[in-house]
């Protein structure tokens, strides 16, 4: 019997969105740093990155999961959709990948420009040919595990209770939901997460596991905002998930928790003029179609009684 060929991927990123090699601001002589704040342990944070500036995360003082959340700043019902953009790009991103947005707008959101654990900056990452350099790669772990994750989602109060865990209120869900608070949001908007600094992967069985973060300290991921976005950043409970359970009675997965930004999240910013030219918003035409309205009636109401 002839071998099975082995399917290809099944997505390819589109190449009408332009190279990410073009985005200039992501030379870092290019910039000028403008604000930088902390993001304590256990807590969150929300913040506006307009489009065409880099937005930066570090780990100031060593290894730190973090849950990142991302709207357009001006119509939050566009946000990351972490599932088509584990299709287009890969379950696991860095350099060069793009967070896409959800129906009816799929868009990128941001793209990301520089992840010292996948290799540093841009133009060191990416090759004469737009793809990742072989040897400017996390790969994987020993046990098949990946960096900055798009399989999981956040933790959350109701999870945990359903764990048999105790009713504790600063899981990256509820962080997440009082930092965006301010702008109007609540829980509703909050969605699934880009794990930042996370190892995680999925074992022979399917099952998701997580491994302790790999960051160092200054450890950085940064990534171009396209459109402008809110960004909300929880520093997870889980620490950096060396000592993580459903419960922590003893104290020891708090013991591993670490702020995010050393000066923190820092967010450099540079006038529009300088940029690359990606800045503008694009939105999709044909994605505009008629599929909900004009097919409603066909559908109709049921109930089973
Ligand atoms: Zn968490």
């Known amino acids: 019997m002839a071998a099975a060929n082995r399917p290809p991927p099944a997505y390819t990123a589109p190449p ?18 403008k604000e930088s704040f902390t993001i304590r342990p ?3 944070q929300a913040w506006l990155v307009p489009a ?8 100031p003082k060593g290894p730190q999961v973090g849950d990142l959340n991302i ?33 009816p707008y799929l868009r990128p959101l941001v793209t990301i420009t ?8 841009l133009h060191d990452v990416l090759g004469e040919d737009g793809k990742r350099k072989p040897e400017a790669v996390f790969g994987t772990t020993q046990f098949g595990g990946r960096v900055h994750d798009l399989l999981g989602t956040r933790c959350d109060p109701y999870v945990n209770l359903l764990m048999g865990g105790e009713t504790f209120d600063f899981h990256c869900h509820s962080n997440l939901t009082r930092a965006v608070a301010p702008y109007g949001l609540t829980e509703l908007d909050v969605h699934d997460v880009l794990n930042v600094f996370q190892v995680t ?35 997870c409970p889980g620490g950096d998930l060396s000592n993580w359970g459903w419960d922590d009675k003893a104290g020891g997965m708090g013991a591993t ?49």
């Open 16 to 33: 009408k969105f332009g190279d990410p090699r073009d985005i200039t601001a992501a030379e870092p002589s290019a910039r000028t740093p």
């Open 42 to 44: 256990c807590s969150g």
């Open 52 to 59: 065409g500036h880099i937005c930066r995360l570090t780990t």
């Open 71 to 103: 709207w357009n700043a001006n119509n939050p019902r566009e946000r990351m959709w972490a599932a088509r953009t584990r299709q287009i790009h890969a379950s696991h991103v860095s350099v060069g990948d793009r967070l896409w947005s959800n129906l």
């Open 114 to 121: 520089g992840d010292s654990l996948g290799g540093g900056q």
């Open 201 to 235: 992967g999925l074992d022979e069985q399917g099952k998701y596991f997580m491994e302790t973060s790999p960051a160092k300290a200054e450890e950085y991921f940064e990534f171009f905002a396209e459109v402008d976005v809110l960004c909300a950043l929880s520093a």
């Open 257 to 305: 928790c670490r702020p995010f930004g050393s000066g923190g999240v820092s967010v450099g910013r540079e006038s529009l003029g300088r940029m690359g030219g990606t800045s503008e918003p694009r939105i999709q035409g044909a994605a505009r179609n008629e599929h909900a309205t004009a097919r409603a009636g066909r559908a109709g109401r049921h109930m089973i009684m």
